[in-house]
């Protein structure tokens, strides 16, 4: 069964910057869809930002459009998350999770890993 393990979080100030990662122990990484989830204390789960299995098609939820960016390495088995301009709204956990369809069809995503914390101070 793949593993996916999210790294990168921490605690940051209002308008600072992170970069998630997210790292594949399956041989067929590139062949999958990676997404980017967060939940926030009291709040559901919500799509964050996808990236198809080559990389050439990238979706982001409307909050975090022009701040975050989706990229992958398919050679390295990770996927990246560039979070610019944080906001102490983004403060979650964040999760990456993978699918066979495509990266905006949120209920393809079946496998999940354990989230990394996103701290964001005012």
């Known amino acids: 069964q793949v593993q996916l393990v999210e790294s990168g979080g921490g605690l940051v100030q209002a308008g600072g910057s992170l970069r998630l990662s997210c790292a594949a122990s399956?041989?067929?990484?590139?062949?999958?869809?990676i997404g980017w989830f967060r939940r926030a204390p009291g709040k559901e789960r919500e799509f964050v930002a996808g990236i198809s299995w080559y990389g050439g098609r990238t979706y982001y939820a409307e909050s975090v459009k022009g701040r975050f960016t989706i990229s992958r390495d398919n050679a390295k088995n990770t996927v990246y998350l560039q979070m610019n301009s944080l906001k102490p709204a983004d403060t979650a956990v964040y999760y990456c999770?993978?699918?066979?369809?495509?990266?905006?069809?949120?209920?393809?995503?079946?496998?999940w890993g354990q989230g990394t914390q996103v701290t964001v101070s005012s």
């Open positions: 399956e041989r067929t990484f590139s062949s999958y869809a």
């Open positions: 999770a993978e699918q066979k369809g495509s990266p905006d069809y949120v209920p393809g995503y079946d496998y």
